[in-house]
């Protein structure tokens, strides 16, 4: 090897790996005629003995590239990597590259420069799901009211989809991935499959949104997943609960009374006023105004997010002041630990020991509102709001505006009234009262 002392110097004669791995001596050396441009460059670290006395342990050697900018005439000095990375054969590859560049008039550490600038925004725009995920939820879940739901929300990821998603960049997740992570609970847990599926597909748009994503959403049900999977069952079981036909009900209600137990109570209020499991066991005494025959629901715990006053029929304010007379808890109807609700699943098992799995709790709101729609005058607007109902059409919203209440007193009465009287078509005993 030929040392010299500026790069000015022409190359002396070419490398052999053995001459690289056994020189000591600092300086910078050309790697000879047919590898113009590379050399060897060699220091001591500071602090260490003279080049007598160094050990290897001392010593760094690097490769550098040297050309001439054609712009400005300046000698130009490229770093190709350290020799303990980069070998020889490596580096002559690497100088070669970079030869062929400046053959084609493109300057390579400005070459270096751009395409480092384009993987430093590659890198910047790239986010692993677990990434994702945690600051959608950061982002959302001050929106969801409810403690529990929020923290159910984010661990049902941490179990299912994290393992298999989490680690991926957003961009190398493809529709096959989130198959592969719903399979396998599609149809044992049917609703938590249905609602990580949404959620990953939430997550997705959430990229997109934020432009670490383009394309469309492999997360995306129609046209995507449904190609794959069969239809949920929990999505068939939500479109269609189980319920009895209004015809039956007074001979249901009157098997119903004979229950003792506050999960008959619950369940007997829970029909007359049309209300879902989860709004009736959550409900506090300080939500009612008997006075007025009015139970408001806050925003925090009804579906749509949106206070709901619910009109209550005598018999329902009857079971009300029936239990205050027992009363144990802020709860209405208690559960079996104190200071808790009734469980949600206390009404359903009541149903079982009545021998009465062709129904379900929530299918008792169809049987109100087939009854309503079918046998009464009264406007589909009172009735969807007697539901909680969100209405669609802008001039119902409009004229609905105020909750109908003085309206909806009657139309809870004549419920309340139905349930108690045997159905006979025949005779035409149907409650028509208009609203007036």
Known sequence: MTKTNSTKKGPGSPFTVKGVEGCMTPGRFADGPENRGLYLQISIRKGKAKEDKVGKSAVVKSWIFRYQDRVTGKERLMGLGSFYD?????????????????????????????EMARAKQVTKSMIT??????????????????????????????????PKLGEKNVTAIEMIDVYDVLKPIWTPMAETASRIRQRIEAVLDWCKGRK????????????????????????????????????????????????????????????LTACRTNEVIGATWKEFDLDRFIWTIP????????????????????????????????????????????????????LKRMKRLDITVHGFRSTFSDWARETTNYPIELIEHALAHRLKDKAEAAYARGSMIEKRYALMADWAKFTTVEWNASANVIPIRAAQ
């Open 86 to 114: 980069l070998g020889l054969k490596e580096a002559r590859e690497f100088a070669a590259e970079q030869r062929e560049l400046l053959r084609k008039f493109k300057d390579p550490l400005r070459t270096r420069e751009s």
């Open 212 to 271: 670490y994503l383009k394309g469309d959403n492999v997360a995306a049900w129609k046209g995507n997943l449904d190609t794959q999977l069969p239809p949920s069952p929990r999505t068939k079981n939500q479109e269609h609960h189980p319920s009895l036909p209004y015809a039956e009900l007074a001979a249901f209600m009157t098997s119903l009374r004979t229950q003792a137990g506050v999960a008959a109570l619950s369940l007997e209020f829970t029909i």
């Open 299 to 350: 925003e925090a715990r009804m579906k749509a997010g949106k206070e709901h006053v619910v009109v209550l029929s005598p018999r329902a304010v009857e079971i009300v002041k029936e239990l205050e007379k027992t009363k144990v808890s802020d709860f209405v109807f208690p559960g079996e630990k104190v200071g808790k609700p009734q469980s949600n699943a206390a009404m359903a098992a009541l």
């Open 129 to 162: 799901f677990e990434v994702a995920t945690n600051q959608y939820w950061q982002d959302h879940k001050s929106g969801w009211k409810n403690e529990a739901y929020r923290n159910n929300w984010i661990n049902q990821m941490k179990t299912h989809v994290f």
